[in-house]
């Protein structure tokens, strides 16, 4: 289904270039990760349209001056990170945290940027954003207190992390844009999870429990029901299944079973997507092991996640790039 892609060619639609950027010296590095001094806490490769990668999970700088995370305590109900909220509790079974790497969404998202590029001439990449410590040292798509525990170096890495994507978000001015959060996991089932933020028993028919959205601006934007995004004729998930990926929502697959994990989307996409305000969506990406563990599997995976991305994209964000279109769209 999937045509070839004309784009108007203006100098006007150029929004700058692509050099990468990183924002501090890289500490000095052993074998296992371990490091010491000053770090890079972000790496970043601009782009010149409204779409962002971000790679929160799969960095590789244990600095010894960040303590590992630890899970939680309960403190008045609610769960408290850090050793001033928890000093002589005891960690709760509630509040555990997440530090297991995203195996290989680097090297993913970053074949992605290359191959839209590519897609498109060569004229149009995305943004790049990527954590460069440890999940254990440091989560960005956790909220401040949980992500940072306390540790200034970390508070100071989480902080450049978000600040980074707000940096790559404020070319965008009033314009649309969007943001894709790359993941991994190892659910029972083999199936990509598209986040919006919508719970699981919310897409099983249940009742609106939160009510949240993360592309609530495309949503109102194109004046669609809010099912056509999430698993209807307007959706990702359709078009992961037009390429033969199973994925969940999408019209295959319209909502997890009961007895499925299921990831609706972090902290990453609620901060910098549209539930609360903006024009900037945001969407997280969670891909199973089939399809990233295998170098050849990864490679195909960037090749066709490039043209989803595009399909997706340019017709819902840009289309004054765009002289010849999808079908639908």
């Known amino acids: 289904m999937f045509r070839n892609i004309l784009f108007l060619i203006f100098s006007i639609f150029d929004k700058g270039g692509g050099?990468?950027?990183?924002?501090?010296?890289?500490?000095?590095?052993?074998?296992?990760?371990?490091?010491?001094?000053?770090?890079s806490s972000v790496k970043y490769d601009q782009g010149n349209i409204n779409l962002i990668f971000a790679v929160p999970h799969n960095g590789y700088l244990k600095p010894v001056e960040i303590e590992d995370r630890r899970n939680g305590c309960k403190r008045n109900g609610k769960c408290r990170y850090g050793k001033a909220n928890c000093s002589g509790r005891r960690t709760s079974k509630d509040c555990k945290i997440g530090?297991?790497?995203?195996?290989?969404?680097?090297?993913?998202?970053?074949?992605?940027?290359?191959?839209?590029?590519?897609?498109?001439?060569?004229?149009?990449?995305?943004?790049?954003?990527?954590?460069?410590?440890?999940r254990a040292k440091m989560d960005p798509n956790r909220p401040r207190e949980d992500a940072a525990?306390?540790?200034?170096?970390?508070?100071?890495?989480?902080?450049?992390?978000?600040?980074?994507?707000?940096?790559?978000?404020?070319?965008?001015?009033?314009?649309?844009?969007?943001l894709i959060d790359f993941h991994s996991q190892q659910h029972k089932r083999d199936i990509t999870e598209i986040g919006y933020l919508v719970t699981k028993n919310e897409?099983?028919?249940?009742?609106?429990?939160?009510?949240?959205?993360?592309?609530?601006?495309?949503?109102?934007?194109?004046?669609?029901?809010?099912?056509?995004?999430?698993?209807g004729p307007n959706s990702l998930g359709k078009l992961f299944n037009e390429r033969g990926y199973e994925a969940v929502p999408s019209p295959a697959d319209?909502?997890?079973?009961?007895?499925?994990?299921?990831?609706?989307?972090?902290?990453?996409?609620?901060?910098?997507?549209?539930?609360?305000?903006g024009n900037v969506d945001g969407i997280q990406l969670e891909f199973p092991a089939k399809l990233r563990n295998n170098k050849d599997e990864r490679r195909k995976l960037a090749k066709n996640l490039a043209k989803i991305i595009a399909e997706f994209y340019?017709?819902?964000y840009e289309p004054r790039l765009c002289l010849y279109c999808w079908e639908d769209l």
């Open 19 to 39: 050099n990468i950027k990183r924002l501090d010296k890289i500490c000095s590095l052993t074998l296992s990760g371990e490091c010491k001094g000053r770090f």
């Open 99 to 134: 530090y297991v790497a995203d195996a290989y969404t680097q090297i993913l998202a970053r074949w992605t940027q290359e191959e839209i590029y590519k897609l498109t001439l060569n004229h149009f990449k995305p943004h790049l954003v990527i954590s460069n410590l440890y």
């Open 149 to 178: 525990q306390g540790n200034s170096r970390a508070e100071r890495a989480f902080d450049e992390y978000h600040n980074q994507i707000q940096e790559a978000k404020n070319p965008f001015r009033s314009q649309p844009g969007l």
């Open 203 to 231: 897409l099983r028919g249940g009742k609106r429990e939160k009510g949240q959205l993360s592309i609530r601006s495309l949503v109102e934007r194109k004046n669609k029901n809010i099912d056509d995004f999430l698993y």
């Open 254 to 277: 319209r909502a997890p079973r009961k007895k499925d994990a299921y990831f609706r989307g972090g902290y990453s996409i609620l901060k910098h997507g549209s539930d609360s305000y």
């Open 314 to 316: 340019f017709p819902n």
